[in-house]
Structures are given as C-alpha cells and as structure tokens.
C-alpha cells in the first residue's frame, strides 16, 4: 500500500469518543471504530494524553488486538514536557508498549511553536525523530504546527527529512491573521509535503453555529459538517483529514463526504463567504493579530492568539463555550510563555494597542474559561506536594538520600527556589550532605524571610550555581521559564531528583 498516494483518508482523531456517567462508553466506542474500519479509510491518530490519557490503550483494544496490523494506519505523537534527550526515548518506548505495536506508521513532533521547536533543536528532538524512521520502528515522520508561517518555512527549509506536516484548516481560518490557515498551506505546498489537516470542523464548532446563521442558510448541522470537510478535503495536496467522530454516524457522514468529494461548485463557494462573514461578524474582539500588544509584556503573554480562542468560544451569542480541543489549543499557545492568569495587569499591553482593546478584562475572562480556578489550583498544589512528600519518604524507607543524585551529576553547589514548608525541609536535608551544599534561596518573599541562608527574590541578579532546584513542583514550567532568561546553569524540580532516587 502507498499510503501516501491512497489519500485523502479520513483519519479518525481519537480524543472525542463517547462518555457514559463519566466513564468512558466503551459498547458505543468500540461500535463507532468498528463502522469506521468497515470502511475505505484505517488511520488513527493519537497522542499519549488524549482522552484522559486512555486514547493508546482505548486503540489497542478496539483496533490493534482486533485487527490485522496491517489493515490500519497509527499516528501518535511524542510529548511536549521533553526535559532531556533522554525523554525522547523514554516516550516513544512508553507509548509503543501500551498501543502493543512494533512500529507506528507515522509519528509526529506535537504542537510545533516557536518555542517548542526550539526546544527540540537544544535536545536533539528532530535527530531523535530521524533515528526511529533508520530503526524501522516509524515509516513517516513530521510534526504538527501551530505558529505562523514564516517559522513553518524556516522548519521546512531546514528539516527536508520530515516527511510530512499536519496543521489547522478550516473554512474560518483560511484567511486567519492569528491561525494562517492559508498561508501555511501554501507554505507546504511549496516544500512538497503532504498535508495532515486537524480540525477542519473547528472542533464541532462549524457544525455549531448560531440559530440564525443555520436559518439564513437553511442548514443544519450535518450540512454544515460537511461543507466544512468539503472545503478542505477539495485543497489540492491533502493526505488526511482528521476528524474526533463520536458517534456512528459521524463516521458515516463524513466518510460519504470525502468518497464524493470533488472541486467546489460555485453555490457551496458562496455558501462558505457567507458563512465566514457572518460568523466573522460575530466575533466580538476586533484584535487585527498585529502583535503590538505582546512587544513589552512582562509575562510574554501570546495576547492575540489567546483573543483569537476567546472569539472562537463566543458563537453563540453572549454564553462563551469552551470545547476541550480548544483547551488543547490554549495549552499549546501559552506552552513556555505566560498564561492568561499570569497577566499582572501592569496595562503596558493596551497602552500599545492601536485598536485600544481592554486586554486584561479579556485576560481575566480566558483565564477563568481555559485555566484552573482556584479552587482546583489548591487543590492540584496540595496534590503534588503530598506526592513529592510521599515518594521523598519512600526514599529515606529505603536507606537512600538524594545525595547520589547531586553526585552522579557533579553539582556540589546549588540554589534552592521556594522557600516553603517543602523548600525548608530540603535545605535542612542537605545540611546533612558532604559532597553539595546551598549557596542561597530565591523566593517571592526573600524580603520578610528569615532562614540561615542567605535569599533573593526571583527578579535579582541570580548568582551562577551548578544547580537550581525547584520546590513548588507544580509549577515547574512557568518557574523554569523565568528563571531561564537569568541563569544558565540546569534547572530541574525536586520530584526529578525524588524520581531519580527511588
Ligand atoms: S497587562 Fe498583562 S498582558 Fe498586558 S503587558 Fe501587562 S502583564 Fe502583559
Ligand atoms: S495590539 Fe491589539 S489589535 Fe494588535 S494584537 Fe494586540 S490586542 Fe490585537
């Protein structure tokens, strides 16, 4: 089978199968895989954290222990919280053993920005991803992409090993100044790659929009679902559509669109402008995408692509709703930067604004649509400290310390950030160490503190140590951010180290 050529497939995005009292509906889940595999279309994509992390193991069960393996196509996709080259393997050895398969068809770098990519080229990710295709354990490598297009161009320009690319079109983004739909299509199309399309339906959203937009058109949703597929399934250069089909007849819908699917004619064409511009309209946050706003913020707030989603949850009138790909989505916008609810309302973004948005009042409703509440931050943080504190104790059962850890790596002098309840039972551990000791404290409150180290506050010089050791785990990544810009030794959180010595 060329499974290049054979395309545009259908491809059956595993994250949105059906739920029974919270659980998911396995009857109805496997009912729905088994229509799709009755079909002219086989590929599967996942990822490790994908239905409440059960997306692997839901597709060994319904299609690798129930199918020949080579009657259908897997993707899955490597993880962003790569720390080390290490991890890379780590992953990918992880995610082959719960889907039960020697090899996957296609494997992807995920949720490519600006600083993901990055990332991978620091570690080697891209090297990695070329080593699994040499080893026969990955037919086709590439990677998904959500930034804009001239970084696409830069990847492509630079990593012509990749074999092909997925990214987000839709009717609505096509001309997206945030998205860019169009342009980073032309920009694969320009390098030859094959084109994987993710969210050609917006998340169920083009199917759902407001009632008057359906009586304008006289459509419903299923019109609407498939006019949206045919929009992109009539690009030229599209291998796979994927669509999150929860329910049997998603999947018999769809797959009749793309086996009819053909050029546009010219009423389907109007259709769609009249439908982008209605809903376009609808959009209440006039943000042009310019990028001023972000030039002096503190918190590297990516502003725009944040009031792009708000937009996206504003359909239906006054009520903003949320669906979980468009979480997903937040997670890989602010993936490294600041969050919406990290804004300090400092007000530098608006003074910049030339359309004189209130960006912080939008800050603040994003932060309570695709974030935490408080509650549930308190409680997660009370979470991760009983689990660092457990595991911490199985450690000290065992005979052990997290004295070898500082060894094996060759740190003898380190800082200690956050100086709680966790962060004053680690110093008075490594008190207790001969070959590393504590050259000073950054917290918040370094200035009403008072501890028999010396402290600083995370936003003064940082003296170069061999280690800086994070105690507030749960926030690992946000503080690892800002302390990067200031400091160039390893960063790493307590639960490594915790994990390292167990
Ligand atoms: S108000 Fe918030 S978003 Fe605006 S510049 Fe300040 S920190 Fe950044
Ligand atoms: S400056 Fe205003 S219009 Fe420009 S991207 Fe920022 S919020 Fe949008």
């Given at each position: 089978m060329n499974y290049l050529s054979e395309f545009p497939q259908l491809g059956f995005g595993v994250m949105r199968l059906p739920y029974l009292d919270d659980k998911i509906d396995m009857e109805k889940a496997q009912a729905i895989v088994d229509e799709y595999m009755k079909g002219d279309f086989c590929y599967f994509d996942m990822h490790p954290s994908y239905m409440g992390k059960q997306a692997e193991e839901l597709v060994r069960e319904f299609v690798v222990k129930r199918y020949p393996r080579d009657s259908y196509l897997l993707a899955d996709k490597m993880p962003l919280n790569i720390k080390e080259f290490a991890d890379y393997g780590k992953y990918f050895n992880a995610s082959q053993t719960v889907c039960g398969v020697?090899?996957?068809?296609f494997y992807l770098l995920h949720a490519i920005t600006r600083d993901v990519y990055e990332r991978h080229e620091r570690l080697g990710g891209f090297r990695y991803m070329q080593d699994l295709k040499e080893q026969g354990v990955v037919r086709y490598i590439g990677f998904s992409f959500h930034d804009k297009p001239e970084l696409l161009d830069e990847i492509l320009t630079k990593h012509p090993e990749m074999d092909f690319v997925q990214l987000q079109i839709n009717y609505l983004d096509w001309?997206?100044?945030?998205?860019c739909s169009k342009k980073c299509y032309e920009i694969a199309r320009k390098h030859s790659k094959p084109i994987f399309v993710m969210e050609p339906i917006k998340g169920g959203s083009l199917a759902n929009k407001t009632d008057s937009l359906q009586e304008d058109e006289k459509l419903g949703a299923s019109d609407l679902a498939e006019l949206a597929l045919k929009f992109v399934a009539s690009?030229?250069?599209?291998t796979v559509i994927l669509s999150g089909m929860s329910e049997v007849g998603h999947v018999i819908d769809n797959r009749k669109t793309l086996l009819k699917v053909g050029e546009l004619n010219e009423r389907e064409r109007q259709l769609i402008q009249n439908l982008r511009e209605k809903i376009t309209k609808v959009n209440k946050i006039q943000c042009t995408a310019c990028g001023y706003c972000m030039e002096d913020c503190p918190q590297r707030i990516p502003i725009p692509s944040i009031l792009a989603l708000l937009n996206a949850c504003g359909k239906n009138g006054e009520t903003l709703q949320v669906y979980p790909y468009q979480k997903r989505i937040y997670s890989g916008y602010v993936f490294n930067k600041g969050t919406?609810?990290?804004?300090?309302?400092?007000?530098k973004c608006e003074n910049r604004c030339p359309q004189k948005l209130p960006i912080r009042e939008y800050l603040a409703q994003a932060a309570s649509l695709f974030e935490k509440s408080p509650t549930e931050v308190k409680l997660q943080r009370a979470t991760y400290k009983y689990r660092t504190l457990r595991d911490w104790m199985k450690v000290l059962q065992s005979g052990n310390s997290l004295e070898p850890y500082f060894k094996y790596k060759g740190f003898g002098v380190m800082a200690v950030y956050g100086i709680g309840e966790i962060g004053e039972l680690l110093i008075q551990e490594i008190k207790n160490y001969k070959t590393v000791r504590i050259e000073y404290g950054i917290d918040k409150k370094a200035k009403i503190l008072v501890k028999d180290i010396p402290l600083v506050e995370p936003d003064d010089v940082l003296q170069e140590v061999d280690v800086v050791v994070v105690t507030p785990t749960f926030d690992f990544e946000n503080i690892e951010r800002q302390l990067r810009s200031k400091i160039n030794c390893p960063i790493v959180s307590l639960d490594e180290i915790i994990k390292w010595c167990l």
């Open positions: 020697s090899y996957f068809d001309e997206s100044p945030v998205i690009l030229p250069g599209i919406a609810g990290s804004c300090i309302k400092c007000g």
